[in-house]
């Protein structure tokens, strides 16, 4: 290499250092005045039928190793506000096929669900799918919602527990939660079960995200206190829509929906070790746009990358389906020196 290429190296990586320094490449993902680029992948198939001619929302995506197939479950809203589980497939996780199943394979039931369901987490064990729901009392704004538990061999046809809810608000005045518990996240962690879930409370309009343990996933310790609750002005008016996923060995990770002003959502990231103590990401929101609200994420995290399905709406219900984007998985970066 001759000497005036030796200088112009030196300069190009000097400009580098200089670009790394003072410039974050992440902060386009979570500027609160652009326009976020995502992929729409799923949407209101032209011959909807009542189940599912308005939102599609809410979904929960897992990859099913065995047989080399992504699987969505996800809520879809009737022009009734009565929401049902769909369900569709992808051999690459790009391209959805809203055709795959025309009905819903999950319903509301009768009684404490009647109203619809409006939450679910679904995850694969040994050949058997567990989903955590939740559901509506009635068709009320502020209805009471409770939790409940189902089991399939396929994904499609589903079992309730005969216990079921399984979580319920908790009675008293003075309980964070005694209006509703709902959107449930579950992940095994050892022997044990972990829930995380959105509460309300009757006297308080933000929402804050809550934990759950239990040895068989369907009776379940509430602990008293929130894990998660506002702090930042993109979430001042709540938090919700908890995902938790695997985020290395160790670690947890969290997306999770945070409520500003006038009601926009955004999407923000936390770390965990325990699942009860998380740390948000220093970037937070990492997935917001300056006039569509982004929320109730369902993430895969891989060695470097994350794809991150979730809900955008410009304000009309009826605008409301699920997108996607890929971003550089940074977990292990913001790891480094929270758990020491």
């Known amino acids: 290499m001759n000497r005036l290429a030796q200088v112009g190296m030196v300069i190009l990586l000097l400009g580098l250092f200089v670009l790394f320094a003072y ?26 039928t009542v189940w599912n001619s308005d939102a599609l929302i809410k979904p929960s995506v897992i990859y099913d190793e065995a047989n080399d197939l992504y699987k969505m479950w996800y809520i879809s809203e009737s022009d009734l506000d009565v929401g049902s589980v769909g369900y569709t497939t992808s051999t690459d996780a790009r391209v959805w096929d809203i055709n795959l199943v ?40 502020d209805s009471k919602q409770s939790i409940g538990y189902a089991t399939s061999t396929n994904g499609t046809r589903w079992t309730r527990h005969a216990s079921n809810p399984m979580v319920i608000p908790r009675i008293g005045e003075d309980a964070w939660y005694n209006l509703l518990v709902t959107e449930p996240t579950v992940v095994r962690v050892g022997n044990a079960w972990q829930m995380w879930f959105a509460g309300l409370g009757t006297d308080d309009d933000q929402y804050r995200i809550g934990h759950a343990t239990s040895g068989n ?35 947890l990770e969290m997306w999770y929906t945070g409520v500003g002003a006038r009601n926009h959502m955004s999407l923000g990231r936390s770390l965990s070790n325990d699942g009860v103590y998380w740390v948000p990401f220093e970037e937070n929101p990492i997935l917001s746009d300056g006039k569509d609200s982004v929320a109730h994420a369902s993430a895969l995290q891989y060695f470097d990358e994350v794809i991150v399905f979730f809900t955008r709406s410009a304000g009309r219900k009826s605008d409301e389906m699920i997108h996607q984007v890929r971003i550089p998985n940074i977990s292990a970066h913001n790891a480094v020196d929270l758990f020491r």
């Open 102 to 141: 025309t009905d819903p394979i999950f319903e509301p039931g009768d009684g404490w669900e009647v109203g619809g369901i409006t939450g679910v987490s679904v995850t694969l064990e040994n050949g058997t799918y567990h989903m955590w729901y939740s559901a509506k009392q009635n068709r009320e704004k």
């Open 217 to 251: 996933g369907s009776t379940w310790s509430v602990d008293p206190e929130p894990v998660i609750v506002a702090q930042e002005s993109w979430e001042k008016n709540g938090v919700r829509s908890p995902n938790v996923t695997r985020s290395g060995t160790n670690l």
């Open 23 to 48: 410039f974050d490449p992440f902060s386009l993902l979570s500027s609160t005045d652009r326009e976020l680029n995502s992929v729409l992948v799923l949407q209101p198939p032209s011959g909807a």
